[in-house]
């Protein structure tokens, strides 16, 4: 991680601001002393992520078990019920 004194950052900030979104992060410093860090946000929601984790759920929805019937359910019950 680069150093940068405030002044510099200060100076040169859009340049600094365009290479922290390209994602490099920088720690500032006053007096040599670090005060402060420019480092790149993470993107809240990406849209091709969200779909790809979706389709991944739905693979793995498809491949589990069947769910019971309603009538499935309701015999173990009966049966359950019987058994006392």
Do not use: C, W
Request: aromatic share 8%; net charge positive; charged share 35%.
């Amino acid at each position: 991680m680069a150093e940068i004194s405030a002044f510099d950052a200060k100076t040169h900030f859009s340049r600094y601001l365009a290479r922290a979104r390209a994602g490099e992060e920088f720690v500032i410093t006053h007096r040599g002393e670090p005060v402060a860090k420019l480092v790149p946000l993470k993107a809240k929601h990406d849209p091709e992520a969200a779909k790809a984790a979706f389709e991944r759920m739905r693979a793995r929805a498809k491949a589990l078990p069947q769910p019971f019937t309603t009538d499935e359910i309701l015999d173990l019950i009966a049966e359950g019920r019987n058994r006392r």
